[in-house]
């Protein structure tokens, strides 16, 4: 288990054991850059133009600290010394490596700005001592320039128009005019080099660096090299307790100007505090919108703060858009930023084919015939519309892409980024809810469910269905569970839902006729019409998601859902979660495609897929069992005594815990990948709707929890419709509601007027 | 300058400076791997998987010596310890690196098998003390196994089968099936690991890996990591002064059984000394073929043995094959391999388009319209037909490639890989000489002059005449060469050459009326009609290659010759060689293209680009200056005193060292690049043919020696049509030539009978 701790005050994870099982990953990010970065600071800065990511400084971002020839990298500490404090601070909108040593502290805060494309470093250094030093200092930064092989094109050196350095790539025809990099500080220069083998040496390393031997770094320019860097030296003379401020701006941009003018800026202390200051207000004004006080710390911490800012990630943020990705976000941070799940609820909307089904994934456009991209629509348009009120949005006019998307995909090369073709027809955003769901009902194969195509959530079982043949019961399900939520929909608008109710009947029935196989689910027929996730299959016999979903969508209840559930924990449940199929595919099949080709217990492929966990603890709450919900729940915390030291940030949620059939010992119950996850969404639900139960309703806050045995005291606050609402959930005998001193009938709170605040006590039967 | 020496008995280049200004790079290669390494052993293997580069092993090859927990890098010696020993051996065919060190010796020999995809590791270690010593070796070696982002399809492991590590990318509708790798040793492993990050410690690095820390290294499996290595741990005892081999084979296959079956064989000792022999007796075939005593070693040793050799990479072999760069490495070593002259000959005349215009590389397909590959082909045919004779070649008969290469170029996207596609037409290979010729000649534009379309040989003038009117005069001098060559070659076939002679004398007439500026010649005009290459040109007013070239043509002769190489001597010579142009671009320009980009003193743009320098060599000894030749060939040389620590390496001419207008002071003279270049073709005709003056002819050898002043004993032994030559040249007031003790008129030496060896004398007044 990773050490360190969550200082709550301060909204930040501090990491004090600086030498994990894995390098933590924290992310930064703006509109215009992305940065993901280990623990130490070092890491990947991108820049979005136009759609494209331009990567600017990739690997090491390192300070050193040299005095009477010593030196010792003070972010990095590549030689495990023991340093006297040495911390990382994971905080909201910065990151800061924290060290002290040999009397000296340096504290280095990396920041990516509100605008423009460039990342903040602010390097703090201060003399614990009472006798005067003189210290060297030296900031490392790798940069990514060579946007082409002619390293010929490349000049780098000192700028004596800014005192800083200067990175330049200009070509002949070059695919982006975004080739000048340019790192200033506010603290003249003493030396610097430009290159990774100048700084480390041809044949050294960065545990300890050629020109540290050196008093001075080379102060050599450079062309003809792949590896550039921003290596700067500063000679500090440092009173007893003083502590100097270093901060050091680089910038991509097309020109020389634009560098210089946005590198100036930057690169001023006054900016770096602004900066700091927007962030947490940015932060600050979000984070009331839910907080929970439960006998559950880290429960509460994972709401209050991490799980938001994971939400708003927006899935590693230029990795390309994912449909189904997006509206499971969009979903779940409505209630966090409703302007912003307006923007791309629109955005994503026009991207359904003239069919009605989405493509799989936009920027770049990603083709390959996913059918399941149309069920995710109706449950983030409900949310939008319950958080908001806003129902205009249905009346908002939306072209869609141009196109079939069956045919599309198999007539394109599925990776292609091709720009949007707009179809003639265009509707409003009701009619390509309509339109979505219609596609789904009406998309059937010879069983009456749904077809598979290229496939579904299950995005590794993606050769199920390629030949228009195979049909996914899982999806199926889904489908009856979206016609439930468009339903509710067209009755809340008071519009005939009679059509849609019988679609979904008949498609209930077909799961039930031809999806069942003693008792449970089984995950659909391929091509060939074999059976997959059944007892018939060679091979992963049983899968997790049609059994939750099943539950989810209402086709099973009560105590049948209870036995089914069952089932699921002999056959799935292992000390880290649920596998999502079991026993894993050792043997690759065509007839199925990549998830028979991973390795057993990796990702779809028998893997704790957290993702599908994050469906069964809704599942639980479904079944009105907290307990169940939550034990799930406690498997996912980085602390989970039963699978110690499995690598994940504590604060942020892992899509994969590798399974227990994985090969390899020492890699089963591992979190490989950090927190680009649909996970995130679903476990915020899972906690704040599910499990406390306060989700937003069209007429109110509807109130319904469902906590586990255990608890006998919450309290949720929630911002809703711009009313606070300040819950306290008391155990009792009896179930009840008082809202402002008044007892309520049924669970929905009302919402008064703007800006009103509301004190609610609910007793519930635990 | 490097310090190391060829020892000319073994045919090695012995490295003793271990850590050289570079890494100097040695190259190993079948007709299937291609194998790139520093010279630490380290580098790049990929084999050749239809016409595709599949890289296999990328990055460390180290051995590691442990004893009772104390450790070094044998190979690599990070640390920089003081080894009593420590060399690395650039053999013909292997490289081997041999290190002594607190009495142990190791030594690390690398080869590249004749047949399979395979790289063999021999490593033998030795005691040189009289104590048993218990010793643990370790052999790194970095994989590349990842050809899909998929890093769930990689498992890494003991494979019990053979007792070696195996690694498989085994996935779903992947690029390639070569996705198994098996290493294996013939002494049993005492433990393994198959990760970097698990060798290394994921904080860790190769200076002091933390398995090494352990008694052994972890024997886990891994999957979901890109960075594969077989790390290898044997524990070896060792009797005073006893020998051990240990060999290692990594092997590529797409298949389990058969990476198995080759691994086995391959990881024998004898298999390893048979391969060694292989090697030995390959190059023992090829090298007797030219031997030369001179008064300079260097000289002597780079064409007896070195040149030889970098001539049969064929530029880097798997690197795309350009059609001037083939024509011009067939020209070098027809000499030496007449089979593989003739086989690419024949396959890249297949590589014409319709119009005759060649394309200007293959594999893959590069459309960009050069339109200067024409020019190179009589020259490599006329080289054949003298070294083989083999006037039937004349007669095969080959396909074009369909489509005009103009338009074909500008309508395609110029990097695209695209099958071979044939016209209907094809001819004898002399017609597609002629078609060449013809297209040239018939290409011209509004001076008369040769259309400069994409480029010349100068690659990186790629835009002047792009859109159809620029015109280069060094093509059109070219041009002029090739058609001599073509009339050469007409004339001895008794066939009428006067329709070329007179399209020569036409184009020589524009030349002279439009190239020529103050007594010197321009390089062209481009599609805006400005001058390149002249007075009137704002930047690079002056280029080397349109002066040499109006030598080697015969546009210009005797005087004027070497009045115009005192003006080249003026403008261009510098301590290192001699300019490509000066002053070199320092503001881009798109009515230039990439040249105006690169950086002052890079590669084209004002390098000394060797390439350019050997044509100067020998348009020396056109005007039989054979000092300006030689002395202009030693500024080359690795040892030029004028040009300390260049970097390049001793047993390989590198393609240019950087121009002393480049802003970096430092790297100015520096050969950032190793061997793969037409500097070493160009060289040993230089060196051969020019200097040497020794030279197939249609009828006999030709011998016209050219020598430095300096010189007054020369010998040369040559192999000529099966036909030993054994000729010593001796300085005398008179010329003359004894042929097997009887004087012979003119310089063409009679050929006898099959395997018949002469004893010449050439009398040459110096």
């Known amino acids: 288990m990773t050490q360190g701790y969550f200082d709550n005050k301060k909204n930040e994870y501090v990491i004090t054991d600086m030498f994990p099982r894995r390098p933590l990953i924290d992310y930064l990010w703006s509109d215009s850059v992305f940065c993901s970065l280990e623990h130490f600071g070092g890491g990947t800065v991108s820049a979005r133009i136009d759609n494209e990511k331009r990567v600017f400084i990739c690997g090491n971002n390192l300070v050193y600290i040299k005095e009477n020839g010593e030196y010792y990298s003070a972010n ?92 330049t790539h200009n070509g002949y025809d070059l695919p982006t005019k975004y080739n000048t990099i340019l790192a200033l500080s506010d603290v003249p220069l003493a030396a610097y080099s430009v290159t990774k083998s100048d700084f480390t040496g041809i044949y050294g390393d960065f545990f300890a660096p050629d020109s540290l031997k050196k008093d001075r770094l080379s102060c050599n320019g450079a062309t003809f090299d792949g590896e550039l860097c921003s290596a700067m030296q500063f000679t500090l003379e440092l009173k007893p307790n003083e502590t100097r401020d270093i901060n050091i701006a680089v910038v991509l941009d097309k020109t020389y100007d634009g560098a210089l003018k946005a590198a100036k800026k930057y690169s001023l202390q006054k900016t770096y505090e602004n900066e700091l200051k927007y962030q947490k207000e940015l932060h600050e004004k979000y984070l009331p919108v839910f907080v929970a006080e439960t006998p559950d710390e880290y429960f509460d911490t994972m709401i209050n703060v991490w799980l938001k800012r994971q939400l708003l990630l927006d899935r590693g943020s230029f990795a390309g858009k994912g449909f189904r990705d997006l509206m499971q976000d969009i979903a779940a941070y409505t ?28 920027q770049p456009n990603f083709h390959y015939p996913y059918n399941d991209c149309g069920v995710w629509i109706t449950g983030a348009v409900l949310a939008y519309l319950k958080e908001t009120g806003d129902l205009a949005i249905l009346n908002e006019v939306l072209t869609y892409m141009k196109g079939d998307s069956y045919e599309n995909a198999i007539a394109k090369d599925a990776f292609m980024y091709e720009p949007y073709v707009a179809a003639e027809k265009s509707d409003t955003v009701l009619e390509h809810i309509d339109r979505a769901v219609n596609y789904l009902i009406n998309c059937k194969g010879k069983h009456g469910l749904v077809l598979w195509r290229g496939g579904d959530w299950n995005d590794s079982l993606n050769n199920c269905g390629l030949k228009n043949v195979g049909e996914s019961v899982w999806l199926s ?54 059976k997959i996730g059944s007892k018939e299959s060679k091979q992963a016999k049983f899968y997790l998601n049609p059994q939750t979903w099943s539950i989810l969508s209402g086709i099973v209840k009560g105590e049948k859902a209870d036995e089914l559930m069952k089932k699921v924990d002999k056959t799935l449940k292992c000390p880290f979660g649920y596998q999502q199929c079991y026993p894993s595919y050792s043997h690759s099949d065509d007839a199925i495609g990549r998830a028979s080709y991973f390795v057993e217990g990796l990702v779809e492929n028998g893997g704790v897929y957290n993702h599908g966990v994050a469906f069964k603890i809704a599942s639980d709450c479904v079944r009105k069992n907290g307990d169940d919900a939550y034990n799930t729940l406690k498997m996912m915390y980085y602390s989970n005594p039963e699978n110690p030291d499995n690598g994940v940030e504590p604060y942020m949620l892992s899509n994969m815990y590798i399974g227990p059939e994985c090969p ?18 679903w476990i915020y639900m899972d906690m704040t709707e599910y499990i406390l139960g306060v989700k937003a309703d069209f007429n109110g806050l509807k109130v319904q929890p469902c906590f586990p045995k255990e608890w006998d005291k919450v309290r949720v606050k929630r911002i809703f419709r711009e009313n606070e609402y300040d819950i306290e959930f008391v155990k ?11 007892a309520v009938k049924g669970n929905i709170l009302p919402i008064g007027e703007r800006n009103s605040k509301h004190k609610v006590t609910v007793y519930f039967n635990g």
Chains 1, 2 share one sequence.
């Open 76 to 167: 990095r500490n590549f030689k495990q010394e023991k340093f006297d404090r040495y911390e990382a601070h994971v905080g909201l909108g910065y990151h800061k490596v924290v060290s002290e040593y040999k009397g000296i502290k340096t504290e280095h805060t990396i920041i990516i700005p509100k605008d423009g494309f460039a990342q903040l470093n602010n390097i703090k250094v201060t003399n614990l001592t009472d006798k005067k030093r003189k210290t060297d200092l030296y900031s490392y930064i790798q940069l990514n320039l060579a946007t082409s092989w002619h390293h010929s094109y490349s000049r780098a050196g000192f700028d004596e128009g800014s005192g800083g350095l200067l990175f």
């Open 477 to 530: 399900i889904a489908t009856v569970k979206s016609c439930n939520e468009y339903i509710e929909l067209l009755e809340y608008l008071g519009k005939d839902s009679s059509k849609i109710k019988a679609a979904r009947d008949e498609l209930t029935a077909n799961i039930l006729k031809y999806g069942v196989e003693d008792g449970r689910f089984i995950y659909g027929y391929n091509d060939e019409g074999d």
């Open 732 to 742: 009792s005998d009896e179930n009840g509601i008082i809202f402002d001193g008044k």
């Open 664 to 681: 390899y010992k020492q890699m089963r119950g591992f979190a490989p990948m950090s927190g680009n996850t649909g996970t995130a969404p």
């Open 335 to 362: 209630t966090i930023d409703p302007e912003r799940a307006k923007r791309y609820l629109l955005l994503m909307l026009k991207h359904q084919y003239e069919d009605g089904n989405p493509i799989r994934m936009i």
